[in-house]
């Protein structure tokens, strides 16, 4: 038994409990330590090489911006496509020899750690991503943890309740036979980071293959390095001090000139690929590696069905709150929301498409009404890119809510933007479906309840999604939606509104790390069959 997994026993067991009830673990949660845009535990990395022992090459690359206008200077080391791969090799046979209780325990010390170091990696969120400050912690570092947690109490369960040995009794003349089973890792596996949830996609994979054996090599998106950075330090730290080589776990670095991730993802001995999923990367995946496992991270256009409410208050604020966390920038923010033409029946009365519009509108204007205060919630833009999309977009439908810029403090180069909302008719399709970077959502009319289903059904079935919402206060019209949501494979949250709407949903995605298919394809079952002597 590991003394390293016996340390973290209890945290190993409240893990094991909390999946089975498909819940986090409440004593694992991030405490709040408040943070502000100021990079503070970030200064003494900022302007200078990141150190990171061992690491294999001498090249360095790097070129992050912080959202709020300045440049981070860092460089990090990297190396060629085969030399990461040599290396991840070297390692595989030590991290499978260590056993499941000695990577479990490396898993469960290495969370530890990150836990401690949970407002420098929050920062790094605020100045990669543009995360606002406030919620950077406990959504971007605290969930990201919870669901790295729950993948690694996956993967030990899954190869602990299969038994390593089994004796078949004699058949006619034939002696007894003795089968022995284990589990063997695929092979060399790439983590391909994503430019606005870097820690919350990259870690739950990072540790089902460490529990499951498969070297990885961390590939960051290149606006976002650091947050990644900083995980694979601790891990490596951690890797050496159990006596098992470090490069188990490897940083690669590419840029638009060097795409590393897809020269790794095509080198055979790389059999797993984690990535954002996008489209085009994913059909090249397909084309160029057919034989590796693929896992997709993916956002999409989280449709949103309103029939009526008894909390009108409360559902317009709840989805102004979800429009406007991290600057529209969530997995789960919505992009298109639905209301039949003749209105919505709620706790005020019959109330107008208008009236919906114009609700949805003041609510978002009591939002970032403050600017200061608005900030803490918006954060930055992270793509200057997605600002160039305001003119074009503003003139595809008639405005319910203007975006606008709000000054920063202290930064009078961050990108921000407060949420632009368009009101379009069903029918322009075209204009409302393809998922949308940043505050951007369109109020669809539609001639009826029915039709807002089917078309946020065609959406996701075209575009995919992680949340899809529905409010109405009969029944019958929630089972209908929540059917034809589920049966597409996205998760439901039906008359939730208030906060809830919001950033928090992120948690939502984590559904994807509850699944045991997660880390079950990350490894193969094996059995040696041997009659058995007397």
């Known amino acids: 038994?590991?003394?390293?997994?016996?340390?973290?026993?209890?945290?190993?067991?409240?893990?094991?409990?909390?999946?089975?009830?498909?819940?986090?673990?409440?004593?694992?949660?991030?405490?709040?330590?408040?943070?502000?845009?100021?990079?503070?535990?970030?200064?003494?990395?900022?302007?200078?090489?990141?150190?990171?022992?061992?690491?294999?090459?001498?090249?360095?690359?790097?070129?992050?911006?912080?959202?709020?206008?300045?440049?981070?200077?860092?460089?990090?080391?990297?190396?060629?496509?085969?030399?990461?791969?040599?290396?991840?090799?070297?390692?595989?046979?030590?991290?499978?020899?260590?056993?499941?209780?000695?990577?479990?325990?490396?898993?469960?010390?290495?969370?530890?750690?990150?836990?401690?170091?949970?407002?420098?990696?929050?920062?790094?969120l605020v100045h990669t991503t543009g995360a606002p400050a406030s919620l950077a912690e406990s959504s971007g570092v605290g969930s990201a943890l919870q669901a790295a947690l729950t993948a690694t109490a996956l993967a030990y369960e899954a190869q602990k309740r299969t038994p390593t040995s089994l004796l078949r009794p004699a058949v006619s003349d034939e002696p007894p036979r003795r089968l022995r089973f284990g589990y063997v890792p695929r092979g060399a596996a790439l983590i391909r980071g994503t430019a606005l949830q870097p820690i919350v996609t990259a870690l739950p994979p990072l540790f089902a293959n460490l529990v499951t054996a498969n070297p990885t090599l961390v590939v960051p998106h290149p606006s976002a390095i650091l947050p990644l950075a900083l995980v694979v330090r601790v891990v490596r730290a951690v890797l050496?001090?159990?006596?098992?080589?470090?490069?188990?776990?490897?940083?690669?670095?590419?840029?638009?000139?060097?795409?590393?991730?897809?020269?790794?993802?095509?080198?055979?001995?790389?059999?797993?690929?984690?990535?954002?999923?996008?489209?085009?990367?994913?059909?090249?995946?397909?084309?160029?590696?057919?034989?590796?496992?693929?896992?997709?991270?993916?956002?999409?256009?989280?449709?949103?069905?309103?029939?009526?409410?008894?909390?009108?208050?409360?559902?317009?604020?709840?989805?102004?709150?979800s429009l406007a966390a991290h600057s529209g920038q969530t997995p789960t923010r919505p992009q298109t929301l639905f209301v039949p033409a003749d209105g919505i029946v709620t706790e005020q009365g019959h109330l107008s498409f208008e009236a919906v519009a114009a609700g949805l509108a003041q609510a978002l204007d009591r939002l970032v009404a403050e600017p200061a205060a608005a900030i803490d919630l918006l954060g930055a833009i992270a793509d200057p890119a997605t600002l160039a999309l305001f003119p074009r977009l503003q003139a595809l439908g008639r405005i319910v809510a203007e975006s606008r810029r709000l000054p920063v403090e202290?930064?009078?180069?961050?990108?921000?933007?407060?949420?632009?909302?368009?009101?379009?008719?069903?029918?322009?399709?075209?204009?409302?479906?393809?998922?949308?970077?940043?505050?951007?959502?369109?109020?669809?009319?539609?001639?009826?309840?029915?039709?807002?289903?089917?078309?946020?059904?065609?959406?996701?079935?075209?575009?995919?999604?992680?949340?899809?919402?529905?409010?109405?206060?009969?029944?019958?019209?929630v089972a209908t939606a929540a059917d034809a949501f589920t049966a597409l494979g996205v998760s439901v949250g039906c008359n939730v509104t208030g906060a809830g709407e919001g950033f928090g949903e992120a948690l939502d995605e984590a559904a994807t790390w509850l699944d045991e298919g997660f880390v079950l394809d990350r490894m193969r079952l094996v059995a040696v069959h041997r009659p058995e002597r007397g």
């Not at 300045?70 to 030399?83: K, N, R």
């Not at 590796?292 to 069905?305: E, I, W, Y």
């Not at 029915?450 to 206060?473: M, N, P």
Request: hydrophobic residues 45%; aromatic residues 4%.
């Open 240 to 321: 050496a001090e159990a006596g098992i080589g470090p490069d188990a776990v490897q940083l690669g670095i590419e840029t638009a000139d060097t795409p590393l991730s897809r020269q790794l993802a095509a080198l055979p001995a790389v059999r797993l690929v984690d990535h954002g999923g996008e489209a085009g990367f994913a059909a090249w995946l397909g084309a160029n590696a057919p034989g590796t496992r693929g896992f997709a991270a993916s956002s999409g256009v989280n449709p949103v069905v309103i029939d009526g409410t008894d909390d009108m208050d409360g559902l317009c604020h709840g989805l102004a709150y």
């Open 410 to 477: 202290g930064f009078a180069k961050a990108r921000t933007a407060t949420p632009l909302v368009l009101a379009v008719e069903a029918t322009r399709e075209a204009v409302y479906a393809p998922p949308q970077a940043g505050p951007i959502a369109f109020l669809v009319r539609t001639a009826d309840t029915a039709e807002s289903i089917e078309r946020a059904a065609h959406g996701i079935a075209a575009h995919g999604a992680v949340l899809a919402r529905v409010h109405s206060t009969n029944d019958h019209v």
């Open 1 to 124: 038994m590991s003394a390293l997994l016996e340390t973290h026993r209890g945290l190993l067991d409240a893990a094991l409990d909390a999946t089975r009830q498909r819940r986090p673990v409440p004593d694992f949660a991030v405490p709040a330590t408040p943070i502000g845009i100021t990079p503070k535990a970030l200064q003494p990395l900022l302007d200078r090489p990141f150190e990171l022992d061992g690491a294999s090459g001498a090249a360095r690359l790097g070129a992050e911006e912080s959202p709020f206008g300045f440049a981070l200077a860092i460089t990090y080391p990297t190396a060629e496509a085969s030399e990461l791969q040599r290396r991840a090799e070297a390692a595989r046979t030590g991290l499978a020899r260590a056993g499941l209780a000695l990577r479990t325990g490396i898993a469960l010390e290495t969370l530890v750690r990150l836990r401690a170091q949970a407002p420098l990696l929050a920062e790094a």
